[in-house]
Nanobody, 128 residues
Framework: QLQLVESGGGLVHPGGSLRLSCAAS????????IGWFRQASGSGREGVSC????????EYADSVKGRFTISRDNAENKVYLQMTGLKPEDTAVYYC?????????????????????WGKGTLVTVSS
């Protein structure tokens, strides 16, 4: 069974940090670009960040540039999103998603329409 499972969400104060993890089972992530998307209550889902299958290229939404860092460990079949300087407006359910691009690709498409697999999400709440 092909699955993506997110973890690491929780409640954090403004200015705090969290690290989200995305683990794959049933398939290898080395052929996929991995994106992080988020959906706040009452809003549509938006792209946050994406990393190419090679790990060489990354993309970030303007709202998180300089605060979030995406990385991957293909040996562990995991992708991470390090979030620092968190703001209340970062509160959302965060989803990881796999986009097939082939191994060693530098393509990092932050596009929901290209997603092949979605995780079920992890909730991040930023509040004092």
């Amino acid at each position: 069974q092909l699955q993506l499972v997110e973890s690491g969400g929780g409640l954090v104060h403004p200015g705090g940090s969290l690290r989200l993890s995305c683990a794959a089972s049933g398939f290898t992530l080395e052929n996929y670009a991995i994106g992080w998307f988020r959906q706040a209550s009452g809003s549509g889902r938006e792209g946050v960040s994406c990393i190419s299958s090679s790990g060489a290229n990354t993309e970030y939404a303007d709202s998180v540039k300089g605060r979030f860092t995406i990385s991957r460990d293909n040996a562990e079949n995991k992708v991470y999103l390090q979030m620092t300087g968190l703001k209340p407006e970062d509160t959302a359910v965060y989803y990881c998603a796999a986009i097939f691009v082939g191994a060693n690709s530098v393509w990092s498409p932050l596009s929901q329409t290209l997603v092949d697999y979605w995780g079920k999400g992890t909730l991040v709440t930023v509040s004092s």
